[in-house]
């Protein structure tokens, strides 16, 4: 059973457009029941990657608004609500009901409606005596946004910065863990799935690890719980494995540049929501989708900059071929003759020829697309001097350290004053000693491009902490140091970066809790198993090598980690499916803004000239 | 076990909402009395509103069940054409279905006409909101699309239907090898199958603004009709022998076969001809692959540039009136001039 998360969830919405009757085989109900869709922001985003107005059609559906927007009535005809469930959107629902827009309303929302919201529309609704149009009420547990077959994200703002704030009440860390349980908890039923939970120990990592065990649990216990999967007959290795991570455990990677396709295009050009926006060459902004159906971005997604230019170059003439070989093929038979045998063949040619111009037609425009994307990305790389900064930051990585000089040149060179403020705090987490006038001058090249600094000095104190706790342990290049409890310290899980084939340092871990057997970098983690009885003591037979895993990484992730597991599952033998997920997709300026802001509050602004550790 | 699975991956809450819905009724059932007349009067324009709705409804959800019948209709005529058995050959049966179905789209077209007529009148006389009018133009054009596509399927079950009627000659020319036609018949059969390459060669011409697979693939069959001519005679002219009985019941089972593809052609023909009608009516609704949060990004943008223009219109008028007050004061000051000159 392989592990598709977007597919699953297109048949989640499917069903849900079909009013929650099952689909029969054609995908369209016998009866022509033309309805409704109306969404909410959020909901608008779930939808947008997965649905095109083309199959809203099929579906049988007319008319799509947001549910802020100000509508009509459209009589007689049935309403698909589907938002989330809080108190605004219910005052909506209960506005347009008492004004009877639609006929009948069909309300579903994106996760499980709390009792007390429910109650309030019941009260609502019957005081405006509209109570009979409401014919369903559903919870669907669809809240999270699907970008490709195994990537998906909470779309949660600004975890990272809630979860590390050092004036974070108990109260707010519980609700924000509250939200990430209730976001994977909707994962794991779309996927039908009760996994063995596994996470570092302390931090985010192990709350959400805990609080989702419990959610899983006392749902089981329920009567129609909706893990349908008989009990005795799913062995271990058919069950897949959870593993959560903090963003702590892993800083650089949300933080340095990247020289793949992917991350590049994300973190350049802002590709959001599987939709990119550039300067298209007539001038004028061109919109483009780059998502599964697009080939060349499926198959050349992870490969380096220069190669995907190579890449483009091939299939163009690839191109040309093809169209030079129908023109000659078409061309050839103008005043042919007509002698009988060959008259089938020149027609049979025709046909083939004018079947084929659809597929070219498209061919072109996929390379077209691509052509340009990568002309933008040219400029900017040339204009930020990208490269430089991709290959200096992967050296320092997979070094430790970096000559002073090329350091300050990268610094007082070209790039934006994200890029340089990306580098500098890169060269903190990457050195392993921190050399104190370099740090200095790193921050006296800063101030001098006028870069906010709040970030670097934030990332120093963390490292300053780790580096006292460090310490106190014996730091062999693989040790994964304890967490502190109420401090998110870094741990030197970035050490592992040294490692000489620059693996990430999540992509080990993962590999190795996917086979499970005892190593001594992951004996501390801990296991949660939800359909085991609590008093089990770690049942040893569930640690055998699993075949799917799902990786979630609180507080930001991107395209990198993606790529990076998509690569160890290809790799393994047999082939593995690793489903990446996250709280949301961050580019790098992104989070290092998130630094900023843990930065200020912590008071490490950019008057402080020295911060003492 | 998947199907299981994929149906419960969500909750039902709707009894939950009644049972409170139920308890909450009991302890208003004091206080909902004089609601009654408000909602009656409200209920009385409503139900005009809907009535006209429901006629639209109803008469949509027809033809949308009539297509749905029709498809399955045309999935029967396939599974029939696709039978390659030589001798077995239901000619009859698709014959009459093929003219059932024929008649069906055309009924289906009319229909549908009358229904986008019936819209249309609706959406300019009454108070009907814009949502609903776009309701109904999408709903009108989502019938004309599966139309459309009905009708093509028919289209390409029929060429399938001439191409298995060419097999089948074929492989009779293969068994009935040794009985030849004399060589009279050849001639009395060529003229009519030349009479009407030279029709639906003609024909071809007069759709040249007809979409370009239908004409591609009716040139096509009038080739394939060529071709299966040429094969005739050429097994004619390859054998001698005659056999004088058997020519009579060739004869019938050859005219037979010209009426068959005749009528196929025929129906061929028509169908253009309804594509076409449904092709210039749905030409300009073309649906490209749309997201669905795309006209909101243009909106906004549309919303920026208006706002920019209003801006930068305020700061012309701004100025403007700068200039006057200018202006202002410079007649005054001329004004003085002038008085100090006369007083």
């Given at each position: 059973?392989?592990?598709?998360?977007?597919?699953?969830?297109?048949e989640?919405i499917?069903?849900m457009?079909?009013?929650?009757?099952?689909?029969?085989?054609?995908?369209?109900?016998?009866?022509?029941?033309y309805?409704?869709?109306?969404?909410?922001?959020?909901?608008?985003?779930?939808?947008s990657?997965?649905?095109?107005?083309k199959?809203?059609?099929?579906?049988?559906?007319t008319?799509y608004?947001l549910?802020?927007?100000?509508?009509k009535?459209?009589?007689?005809?049935?309403?698909?609500?589907f938002?989330?469930?809080?108190?605004?959107?219910?005052?909506?629902?209960?506005?347009?009901?008492?004004?009877?827009?639609?006929?009948?309303?069909?309300?579903n929302?994106s996760?499980?409606?709390?009792r007390?919201l429910?109650?309030?529309l019941a009260?609502?609704?019957?005081?405006?005596?509209?109570?009979?149009?409401?014919?369903?009420?559903?919870?669907?547990?669809?809240?999270?946004?699907?970008?490709?077959?195994?990537?998906?994200?909470?779309?949660?703002?600004s975890?990272?910065?809630?979860?590390?704030?050092?004036?974070a009440?108990d109260?707010?860390i519980?609700?924000?863990?509250?939200?990430?349980?209730?976001?994977?908890?909707?994962v794991?039923?779309?996927?039908?799935?009760?996994?063995?939970?596994?996470?570092?120990?302390?931090?985010?990592?192990?709350?959400?690890?805990?609080?989702?065990d419990?959610r899983?649990?006392?749902?089981l216990?329920?009567?129609?719980?909706?893990?349908?999967?008989?009990?005795?007959?799913?062995?271990?290795?058919?069950?897949?494995?959870?593993?959560?991570?903090d963003?702590?455990?892993?800083?650089?990677?949300?933080?340095?540049?990247?020289?793949?396709y992917?991350p590049?295009?994300?973190?350049?050009?802002?590709?959001?929501?599987?939709?990119?926006?550039?300067?298209?060459?007539?001038?004028?902004?061109?919109?483009?989708?780059l998502?599964?159906?697009?080939?060349?971005w499926?198959?050349?997604?992870?490969?380096e900059?220069?190669?995907?230019?190579v890449?483009?170059e091939?299939?163009?003439n690839?191109?040309?071929?093809?169209?030079?070989?129908?023109?000659r093929?078409?061309?050839?038979?103008?005043?042919?003759?007509?002698?009988?045998?060959?008259?089938?063949?020149?027609?049979?040619?025709?046909?083939?020829?004018?079947?084929?111009?659809?597929?070219?037609?498209?061919?072109?425009?996929?390379i077209?697309k691509?052509?340009?994307?990568?002309?933008?990305?040219?400029?900017?790389?040339?204009?930020?001097?990208?490269?430089?900064?991709?290959?200096?930051?992967?050296?320092?990585?997979?070094?430790?350290?970096?000559?002073?000089?090329?350091?300050?040149?990268?610094l007082?060179?070209?790039?934006?004053?994200?890029?340089?403020?990306?580098?500098a705090?890169?060269?903190?987490?990457?050195?392993?000693?921190?050399?104190?006038s370099?740090?200095?001058?790193?921050?006296a090249?800063?101030?001098?491009?006028?870069v906010?600094?709040?970030?670097?000095q934030?990332?120093k104190k963390l490292?300053s902490?780790?580096a006292s706790?460090?310490?106190?342990?014996?730091?062999?290049?693989?040790?994964?140091?304890?967490?502190?409890?109420?401090?998110?310290?870094?741990?030197?899980?970035?050490?592992?970066?040294?490692?000489?084939?620059r693996?990430?340092?999540?992509?080990?871990?993962?590999?190795?809790l996917?086979?499970?057997?005892p190593?001594?970098?992951?004996d501390?983690?801990?296991?949660f198993?939800?359909?085991?009885?609590?008093?089990?003591?770690?049942?040893?037979?569930?640690?055998?090598?699993?075949?799917?895993?799902?990786v979630?990484?609180?507080?930001?992730?991107?395209?990198v980690?993606?790529?990076?597991?998509?690569?160890?599952?290809?790799?393994?033998?047999?082939?593995?499916?690793?489903?990446?997920?996250?709280?949301?997709?961050?580019?790098?300026?992104?989070?290092?803004?998130?630094?900023?802001?843990?930065?200020?509050?912590?008071?490490?602004?950019?008057?402080?000239?020295?911060?003492?550790? | 076990?998947?199907?299981?699975?994929?149906?419960?991956s969500?909750?039902d809450?709707?009894?939950?909402?009644?049972?409170i819905?139920?308890?909450r009724?009991?302890?208003?059932?004091?206080?909902?009395v004089?609601n009654?007349?408000s909602?009656?009067?409200?209920?009385?324009e409503?139900?005009?509103?809907?009535?006209?709705?429901?006629?639209?409804?109803?008469?949509?959800?027809?033809?949308?069940?009539?297509?749905?019948?029709t498809?399955?209709?045309l999935?029967k005529?396939?599974?029939?054409?696709k039978?390659?058995?030589?001798?077995?050959?239901?000619?009859k049966?698709?014959?009459?279905?093929?003219?059932?179905?024929?008649?069906?789209?055309?009924?289906?077209?009319?229909?549908?006409?009358?229904?986008?007529?019936?819209?249309?009148?609706r959406?300019?006389?009454?108070?009907?909101?814009?949502?609903?009018?776009?309701?109904?133009?999408?709903?009108?054009?989502?019938?004309?699309?599966?139309?459309?596509?009905?009708?093509?399927?028919f289209?390409?079950?029929?060429?399938?239907?001439?191409?298995?009627?060419?097999?089948?000659?074929?492989?009779?020319?293969?068994f009935?090898?040794?009985?030849?036609?004399?060589?009279?018949?050849?001639?009395?059969?060529?003229?009519?199958?030349?009479?009407r390459?030279?029709?639906?060669?003609?024909?071809?011409?007069?759709?040249?603004?007809?979409?370009?697979?239908?004409?591609?693939?009716?040139?096509?069959?009038?080739?394939?009709?060529?071709?299966e001519?040429?094969?005739?005679?050429?097994?004619q002219?390859?054998?001698?022998?005659?056999?004088?009985?058997?020519?009579?019941?060739?004869?019938?089972?050859?005219?037979?076969?010209?009426?068959?593809?005749?009528?196929?052609?025929?129906t061929?023909?028509?169908?253009?001809?309804?594509f076409n009608?449904l092709?210039?009516?749905?030409?300009?609704?073309?649906?490209?692959?749309?997201?669905?949060?795309?006209n909101?990004?243009?909106?906004?943008?549309?919303?920026?540039?208006?706002?920019g223009?209003?801006?930068?219109?305020?700061?012309?008028?701004s100025s403007?009136?700068?200039?006057?007050i200018?202006?202002?004061?410079?007649?005054i000051?001329?004004?003085?001039?002038?008085?100090?000159?006369?007083?």
């Amino acid at each position: 059973m392989a592990l598709n998360l977007r597919q699953k969830q297109t048949e989640c919405i499917t069903r849900m457009l079909n009013l929650n009757q099952p689909v029969n085989a054609t995908g369209t109900a016998n009866e022509e029941v033309y309805k409704i869709l109306i969404y909410d922001k959020f909901c608008q985003n779930i939808l947008s990657p997965l649905i095109r107005v083309k199959d809203l059609r099929k579906h049988g559906v007319t008319l799509y608004f947001l549910i802020d927007k100000d509508r009509k009535p459209v009589h007689d005809v049935p309403a698909v609500y589907f938002v989330q469930p809080n108190q605004a959107n219910i005052q909506r629902i209960m506005a347009d009901t008492s004004r009877s827009l639609y006929d009948s309303f069909h309300l579903n929302f994106s996760s499980s409606i709390p009792r007390p919201l429910l109650e309030d529309l019941a009260s609502g609704t019957l005081s405006s005596d509209s109570i009979q149009r409401i014919s369903k009420v559903h919870d669907q547990y669809l809240e999270f946004v699907t970008l490709e077959d195994g990537l998906f994200s909470l779309a949660q703002k600004s975890t990272y910065v809630q979860l590390n704030d050092p004036s974070a009440g108990d109260r707010e860390i519980e609700e924000i863990v509250e939200r990430i349980v209730s976001g994977l908890f909707c994962v794991l039923a779309t996927l039908a799935v009760v996994p063995i939970i596994r996470c570092p120990r302390g931090g985010p990592a192990e709350m959400v690890a805990s609080a989702l065990d419990q959610r899983l649990r006392d749902h089981l216990l329920s009567k129609n719980n909706l893990f349908t999967e008989g009990g005795s007959f799913v062995s271990s290795f058919q069950r897949p494995i959870l593993c959560i991570f903090d963003r702590n455990f892993e800083l650089a990677v949300g933080i340095q540049h990247d020289f793949r396709y992917r991350p590049l295009v994300h973190d350049v050009l802002g590709l959001r929501l599987n939709r990119l926006s550039v300067q298209g060459e007539k001038g004028g902004m061109r919109s483009y989708e780059l998502d599964s159906s697009d080939p060349f971005w499926v198959a050349n997604g992870s490969l380096e900059f220069p190669e995907v230019a190579v890449e483009i170059e091939t299939q163009l003439n690839k191109y040309k071929k093809d169209v030079d070989e129908v023109n000659r093929r078409t061309g050839g038979t103008d005043g042919a003759e007509f002698d009988g045998t060959d008259l089938t063949g020149n027609t049979k040619h025709l046909m083939n020829a004018v079947n084929s111009l659809p597929e070219l037609t498209e061919r072109k425009q996929v390379i077209d697309k691509h052509t340009n994307i990568a002309t933008v990305l040219l400029g900017e790389i040339k204009e930020r001097l990208l490269d430089s900064y991709a290959k200096k930051e992967n050296d320092m990585l997979v070094r430790g350290s970096i000559d002073r000089n090329e350091l300050l040149g990268l610094l007082k060179g070209k790039g934006t004053k994200m890029d340089k403020l990306r580098f500098a705090i890169m060269y903190l987490i990457s050195s392993e000693s921190i050399n104190q006038s370099e740090v200095e001058s790193v921050e006296a090249a800063l101030r001098e491009s006028e870069v906010d600094t709040s970030a670097f000095q934030y990332v120093k104190k963390l490292k300053s902490l780790n580096a006292s706790m460090a310490s106190a342990n014996s730091a062999s290049r693989n040790n994964i140091v304890d967490w502190a409890e109420k401090i998110y310290a870094v741990t030197a899980g970035v050490k592992n970066l040294l490692s000489s084939d620059r693996q990430l340092a999540l992509t080990r871990t993962v590999e190795l809790l996917i086979e499970g057997r005892p190593n001594p970098e992951i004996d501390g983690y801990l296991v949660f198993d939800p359909r085991a009885p609590k008093s089990s003591s770690g049942s040893s037979h569930l640690r055998g090598p699993f075949k799917e895993a799902i990786v979630f990484m609180i507080g930001g992730g991107n395209y990198v980690e993606y790529g990076s597991l998509q690569e160890l599952a290809q790799r393994q033998q047999p082939v593995k499916h690793v489903i990446y997920g996250t709280t949301e997709i961050l580019t790098g300026a992104e989070f290092v803004e998130q630094l900023a802001l843990l930065g200020h509050k912590m008071g490490l602004g950019t008057n402080v000239a020295a911060s003492s550790h | 076990m998947h199907a299981k699975s994929a149906q419960s991956s969500f909750r039902d809450r709707t009894h939950e909402f009644q049972s409170i819905a139920e308890q909450r009724k009991k302890s208003y059932s004091s206080g909902s009395v004089p609601n009654g007349p408000s909602s009656s009067s409200k209920s009385e324009e409503q139900r005009s509103a809907v009535v006209i709705q429901s006629e639209f409804n109803r008469r949509a959800s027809k033809i949308g069940y009539g297509i749905h019948q029709t498809s399955q209709k045309l999935a029967k005529l396939a599974k029939l054409a696709k039978r390659t058995s030589v001798f077995d050959d239901p000619t009859k049966e698709i014959q009459e279905l093929t003219a059932l179905i024929k008649q069906d789209i055309t009924a289906l077209n009319s229909a549908v006409v009358d229904l986008q007529l019936l819209s249309n009148s609706r959406n300019e006389s009454g108070n009907i909101s814009s949502d609903t009018t776009s309701h109904s133009t999408t709903v009108v054009d989502d019938l004309k699309n599966r139309l459309m596509s009905t009708t093509k399927e028919f289209k390409e079950v029929l060429t399938m239907r001439t191409e298995n009627l060419k097999v089948h000659e074929n492989r009779r020319q293969l068994f009935s090898s040794t009985t030849s036609k004399d060589s009279t018949n050849p001639f009395v059969r060529q003229r009519p199958l030349a009479a009407r390459s030279a029709a639906s060669t003609s024909n071809a011409p007069p759709l040249p603004w007809a979409n370009g697979s239908p004409s591609s693939s009716q040139s096509f069959s009038g080739k394939q009709m060529d071709g299966e001519s040429q094969p005739l005679l050429q097994h004619q002219q390859h054998h001698e022998q005659q056999k004088q009985e058997m020519v009579p019941l060739q004869d019938s089972y050859m005219q037979s076969r010209a009426e068959a593809l005749q009528n196929v052609e025929s129906t061929i023909h028509e169908l253009s001809s309804i594509f076409n009608q449904l092709a210039t009516l749905v030409s300009q609704q073309g649906e490209i692959a749309i997201r669905i949060d795309e006209n909101m990004d243009d909106t906004v943008a549309n919303v920026e540039g208006a706002q920019g223009a209003l801006l930068k219109y305020l700061n012309s008028i701004s100025s403007n009136r700068w200039l006057m007050i200018k202006i202002f004061f410079v007649l005054i000051f001329f004004l003085m001039v002038f008085l100090f000159f006369v007083a």
